[in-house]
């Protein structure tokens, strides 16, 4: 029992250690999804000409919908995914910034080093929880309650003829949540098992380059393009099976955190270059 609880203290620990760093950040993706819910309000005033009334479920899908074709093939509009590169690199800077040291006194207070793991995979993933509520705290405030979705508005800014579920039913809004929310954890788990492999800030540019690469190759081995929902068969027709994406990314955070144990068990702290 008093192991127990001094585990669960070390874990604690780790929660309150980047407590202050973490406000930053989300207040950040606060003001960046703020940001981004007051231009879709601009897009959608000049395609109706009229006073938007958009729904939470339009800023949701907004703020998650990514880029639908590859930039390559957009022959006509060269865009870039803005909301689904900010919500990469507010993913990989949390990351990052849990796993920025290795101090061995931290893992004497988690009391091994699978509970010091534990400790901040479950601070991470804590993150992105909290990112995610952040997001739907910014989309209910700015449509006022309205748990609307708005169709015309759907097919015109994504250019889409049609959409296979619109989210107008519980479960598409759930799944609507959940596959771009298991992408983004299976992403902080492979970013945490490079990291223990290299620098912190190593790690950062490479798992934002790997999610760069996912704009433009639409393929199951890049996790990042759950994260963009027009990619995804539930709303696009054409698009990735979404069922196949959530198994790929229960089998990546399963396999990866084997790894990530099996590897922290063997890994030399005291003589870590980040220790």
């Known amino acids: 029992m008093n192991k127990l609880g001094t585990n669960w203290q070390g874990i604690r620990y780790e929660w309150r250690y980047y407590r202050r ?10 003001v960046f999804y703020s940001l981004a819910g007051f231009y879709m309000n601009t897009l959608m005033r000049t395609m109706q000409q009229t006073e938007p009334a958009a729904g939470v479920l339009d800023y949701l899908f907004y ?16 865009e870039i995914p803005v909301t ?4 990469m690199i507010f993913l990989s800077y949390i990351v990052g910034n849990v796993m920025t040291q290795y101090q061995p006194n ?19 993933i804590k993150n992105i929880f909290v990112l995610f509520m952040i997001m739907f705290g910014v989309a209910f ?3 006022k309650g309205r748990l609307y979705f708005h169709p015309e508005f759907f097919k ?20 609507m949540l959940i596959i771009p929310l298991l992408a983004c954890i299976a992403l902080s788990i492979i970013q945490i098992c490079v990291t223990l492999f290299v620098a912190p800030v190593i790690g950062v540019i490479v798992l934002l380059m790997y999610n760069i690469f996912a704009i433009f190759i639409p393929r199951y081995y890049f996790l990042g393009n759950a994260a963009m929902l027009q990619r995804m068969s539930l709303f696009t027709p054409s698009g990735s099976n979404y069922v196949q994406q959530i198994w790929i990314d229960c089998a990546v955070i399963s396999i990866i955190f084997i790894m990530n144990m099996l590897i922290v068990k063997r890994k030399d702290f005291l003589s870590s270059k980040n220790a």
């Open 156 to 175: 015109r800014i994504y250019r889409m003829s049609d959409c296979t579920h619109p989210p107008h039913t519980a479960m598409t809004v759930f799944l």
């Open 63 to 78: 703020f998650l919908n990514g880029s639908n074709l590859p930039l390559m093939q957009q022959k006509q509009q060269f």
């Open 21 to 30: 760093s973490d406000c930053i950040a989300f207040v950040g993706m606060t």
């Open 84 to 87: 689904y590169m900010g919500l």
């Open 106 to 124: 931290h893992i004497i207070r988690c009391g091994t080093r699978i509970q010091w793991l534990i400790g901040k995979m479950s601070c991470i």
């Open 141 to 143: 405030v700015m449509a």
